[in-house]
């Protein structure tokens, strides 16, 4: 993503509700319009090339073997191939903005090191001024501090806003990446199928790794990277400060105090990366936990369920705190064992090198670097003083010596924690690219066609023999199947199609079928003689999905976060709206049809609200049917989308529907709703598959009502016969009782 961003001066004429403004340059570039401060902020955002996701899948292959069990099979992938893969998405060239902060960055680390030998060598030129009783030196020595302190500080807060900076320019990337992969439009639909999916084609708990597990790799990857640079540097630059004073006996102690220190602190470290990645995976269970309550809070409530989802959210919350004090306990033997080797076996070895110049040493090293003088022109109290300059300096030096060798092993439990979240960021890339389009339907001339299919729930592609086959739809693998003798279901404009039949027998799937949200897989035939299965050609024909060829309302209606304009036009935007040429008075009007005119003078047409429990069920339901006729499609898919409405209401319009000339495809147990289509189909729900299709106020379905009336007939004439039976069980009963 590109983003650039300049300030303008507010217009009057700006629409407070515009969001951003359409970039003609091919690329379908938008330029977002942010309030600030009284101005109106531009911000151009590019998408992402599709070219470059498809060039990046390489980079992400699933992350188990296909068909292997991922608790016992090794990843595709090391963990460090795994990192080298994310690193080179967020750094996609050496050009990118990330590049550059990292380059500003790694400079200010170089001069803040280059200060740091500055302040050691100052500090041991005032302790010398001051036991010289050196006024005039020690004047100067506190002025140049002063003066030293101004960069110091100012490249100390530079280093902290460039880390920032960088894990807010890399979490950019990273989250706009993964918004394009999981936000994809038809066919992948990727948001769909990573929750509905099977295998490795699906992830619970999506909304944590892209909301909280990518923030904390690039708040980790950006620490780090100062965490390992900074304490390179000055041990780099530190030890050969150091040489020209230690010599070479005490330059072979300091590497072999690195060397124990590295070799110890490996030894007792933890595997930090696996327990970060348990616990962000707990957090997502937990937090998961919270929001399932908030979204179905009324459901919940209507069933006074609170103790039960608090008993739910509780055992969630003490898996992910018992975790937590694990981790703990662990840290207790590692932090002693680092705190004991960095802070007091490092000190004791640094006074062990800041002695051998002095006491050991056959040539005493008491010249002083700032005065160059042979140890011969010094005095007693100059040979003291210039001793004491050495011993401040390099005990400076040694301490910053130390304190970057603390922060470097302690980057190694970095280090472990960045792999730990690495892994689930590399996961999620994995998933949502391993995740494959899903059917391409033929584009037909305006008509609708199921020829020879049966539809099923996604999983992994098996088929079962027809014996095994379940029209409930509550398995992984089961078929709501319309079976052999679907031979072809064809349907053209103002052919009006309603599809009953009893609950679960699987009339949603039909609609989720057509709306490409499951896969279209060839019908299976039963051999007569073995009873094998065959599979015949398949095929699914129809207009192209969206608001200008088949539009589906699904039961449970969607309110968009917005304005009550945007409840109508969704999916359009406010822009598209404006730029149609549409008008304020039309979306009125179609408030009028679906009874919800008095939604603008209650709401307000601007206000921005939760939706969702603003409105009733009902009045859910009627804005669903609202945005079918603002986009007034081709074909409507009305998926028991007016169950919830009255029967007038719900007639109306359906009727408005027809006369707009848009061809429904009803799936409903209302009856009463048969009259406004043409063909009906009706599934039996026996467990075959079987299903039949009439036309409506055909000869074949007045001579089924009419056999339907006298079934009833004949069961109310034996109402009389079961009511004297029933006089006859009670004197009975009562006999008894007696």
Not at 151 to 166: A, C
Request: net charge positive; glycine share 10%.
């Amino acid at each position: 993503m590109d983003a650039v961003g300049d300030g303008v001066a507010q217009e009057g004429g700006i629409d407070p509700q515009l969001l951003y403004e359409d970039e003609h340059d091919g690329n379908g570039s938008k330029t977002l319009l942010v309030p600030f401060r009284g101005r109106i902020s531009k911000v151009k955002v590019t998408p992402t090339p599709p070219s470059y996701i498809a060039a990046t899948r390489a980079l992400f292959p699933p992350l188990y073997p296909p068909g292997s069990d991922p608790s016992t099979a090794k990843p595709a992938k090391s963990q460090t191939a795994q990192l080298i893969s994310l690193l080179r998405l967020a750094f996609p060239s050496v050009r990118s903005k990330q590049a550059m902060i990292l380059l500003l960055h790694s400079t200010f680390l170089v001069l803040r090191t280059y200060l740091s030998v500055l302040v050691a060598k100052l500090d041991g030129r005032i302790a010398r001024d001051l036991v010289s009783a050196n006024a005039a030196g020690f004047g100067r020595g506190l002025v140049l501090w002063f003066l030293l302190a101004i960069p110091s500080t100012y490249t100390n807060s530079m280093l902290h806003y460039l880390q920032s900076k960088l894990s807010l320019h890399l979490r950019t990337c990273l989250t706009r990446y993964a918004h394009d992969l999981y936000l994809a439009p038809a066919p992948l639909l990727r948001y769909y199928r990573v929750s509905h999916g099977a295998g490795t084609e699906r992830l619970d708990g999506v909304d944590q790794y892209i909301t909280s597990d990518i923030g904390a790799f690039c708040d980790s990857l950006a620490a780090l990277y100062g965490n390992l640079m900074k304490p390179t540097l000055d041990m780099i630059i530190f030890t050969s400060q150091l040489a020209r004073s230690l010599g070479a006996r005490g330059t072979v102690l300091v590497f072999l105090n690195y060397y124990a220190t590295a070799k110890i602190l490996r030894a007792v470290t933890p595997a930090f990366g696996r327990l970060a990645a348990v616990e962000r995976g707990l957090e997502g269970e937990f937090r998961a936990g919270m929001d399932r309550v908030g979204r179905e809070s009324e459901e919940v409530a209507f069933y006074n369920g609170g103790p039960r989802e608090r008993a739910i959210l509780w055992r969630a919350y003490l898996r992910l705190v018992k975790h937590i004090n694990s981790i703990y306990k662990i840290r207790i033997a590692y932090e002693w064992t680092e705190d004991f080797v960095i802070k007091y076996a490092w000190s004791a070895a640094g006074y062990i090198v800041i002695s051998i110049p002095i006491l050991f040493t056959r040539r005493r090293r008491s010249v002083s670097v700032q005065t160059g003088l042979p140890s011969a022109h010094l005095t007693v109290d100059d040979a003291i003083a210039a001793r004491t300059e050495n011993y401040i300096s390099s005990r400076r030096l040694l301490l910053s010596l130390a304190d970057a060798g603390g922060r470097l092993m302690y980057a190694y439990k970095d280090v472990l924690e960045l792999v730990g979240l690495g892994g689930r960021v590399y996961e999620l890339f994995a998933v949502l690219h391993g995740i494959g389009s899903g059917p391409h339907p033929a584009m037909g001339d305006g008509g609708k066609a199921l020829k020879g299919l049966d539809v099923t729930l996604p999983g992994d592609g098996a088929f079962k023999p027809a014996s095994d086959v379940s029209g409930n739809g509550s398995e992984n693998r089961s078929r709501a199947r319309l079976g052999e003798r679907v031979e072809d279901t064809r349907m053209r404009p103002g052919e009006h199609l309603l599809i009953t039949g009893p609950n679960g027998v699987g009339k949603t799937a039909i609609a989720r079928v057509i709306a490409e949200l499951w896969p279209v897989v060839p019908a299976q035939e039963r051999g007569e003689s073995q009873g094998s299965a065959t599979l015949r050609e398949g095929m699914l024909e129809r207009p192209e999905r969206g608001v200008g060829g088949v539009f589906v309302v699904p039961q449970r209606a969607y309110m968009v976060v917005g304005s009550l304009v945007d409840q109508i036009i969704y999916p359009h935007t406010y822009a598209q709206f404006i730029s149609s040429g549409r008008t304020m008075a039309e979306l009125m009007g179609i408030l009028r049809v679906v009874h919800l005119a008095y939604l603008p003078g209650r709401e307000g047409w601007d206000a921005v609200k939760e939706w969702g429990g603003v409105l009733s069920g009902g009045e859910r339901q009627r804005m669903g049917m609202a945005r079918v006729f603002y986009h007034c499609p081709r074909f409507a898919v009305l998926d028991e989308c007016t169950s919830a409405v009255s029967s007038d209401v719900e007639g109306s319009m359906y009727q408005h529907a027809k006369d707009i000339g848009i061809t429904l495809i009803t799936i409903s147990l209302r009856p009463s709703l048969a009259k406004y289509h043409t063909r009906q189909i009706t599934l039996h729900g026996d467990g075959t598959g079987g299903w039949k299709l009439t036309r409506v106020g055909t000869a074949e379905e007045r001579m089924g009502i009419d056999r339907e009336i006298l079934r009833l007939e004949e069961q109310l004439r034996a109402v009389e016969g079961w009511e004297g039976r029933v006089k006859e069980l009670e004197k009975l009963l009562g006999v008894g009782g007696v």
